[in-house]
């Protein structure tokens, strides 16, 4: 069975650093593109970043570029995002999500529970 | 590329027939995915390429359209429908998902 779980969410202040993971498990880890994609409360979904199965090919939106890192451990199947200079604009929960089977163009099937992140003094 | 959704909202009846829009900013072949969303919960992958239906999704879910403009539509609606649904394209990087439309119980 397909599981991914994230931790590492939790209260930090603007202008902070927090690193969030995602550990998975019930398939081949290194054969798959990995996703990040956050929800502000109340509000629609927005991509973040995406890493190819071998860490290679970093991908980012415009609105975290430059502050957002993305990286893998492929021997311990785990999936990280590591926030700078966090604002208030980056309070969300934070969900990681598997490429699909289909490949790249196939969407994301399966996603991880989510881990909230808020950004307040 | 920018994703729109219409209607914002819609009030549907058990057994109706619903459909929701997604237009895209620009050409994005088939390279779109639709997401079923209930509060407090991950996304669920319903359909991607357009039209594919994936795994496990009921078949009163269907997919259309190619380029700019996509439908979902969901036949026979079913009391576990009532959710958020998502476009999402999935043409270049980055990646864009549809501000969503909300399918509630009239």
């Known amino acids: 069975e397909v599981q991914l779980v994230e931790s590492g969410g939790g209260l930090v202040k603007p202008g902070g650093s927090l690193r969030v993971s995602c550990a998975a498990s019930?398939?081949?880890?290194?054969?798959?593109?990995m996703n990040w994609v956050r929800q502000p409360p109340g509000k629609g979904l927005e991509w973040v970043s995406s890493i190819s199965s071998s860490g290679s090919y970093l991908y980012f939106a415009d609105s975290v570029k430059g502050r957002f890192t993305i990286s893998r451990d492929n021997a311990k199947n785990s999936l990280f995002l590591l926030m700078n200079n966090l604002t208030a604009e980056d309070t969300a929960v934070y969900f990681c999500?598997?490429?699909?089977?289909?490949?790249?163009?196939?969407?994301?099937?399966?996603w991880g529970q989510g881990t909230l992140v808020t950004v307040s003094s | 590329i920018q994703l729109t959704q219409s209607p914002f909202s819609l009030s549907a009846s058990v057994g109706d027939r619903v459909t929701i829009t997604c237009r895209a900013s620009q050409g994005i072949s088939n390279y779109l995915a639709w997401y079923q969303q209930k509060p407090g919960k991950a996304p669920n992958l319903l359909i991607y390429?357009?039209?594919t239906l994936q795994s496990g999704v009921p078949s009163r879910f269907s997919g259309s359209g190619s380029g700019t403009d996509f439908t979902l539509t969901i036949s026979n609606l079913q009391p576990e429908d009532f959710a958020t649904y998502y476009c999402q394209h999935l043409n270049s990087f980055p990646f864009a998902f549809g501000p969503g439309t909300k399918v509630d119980i009239k």
């Open positions: 999500a598997r490429d699909s089977v289909a490949g790249p163009k196939g969407g994301f099937d399966f």
């Open positions: 019930g398939f081949t880890f290194n054969s798959y593109t």
């Open positions: 390429s357009a039209s």
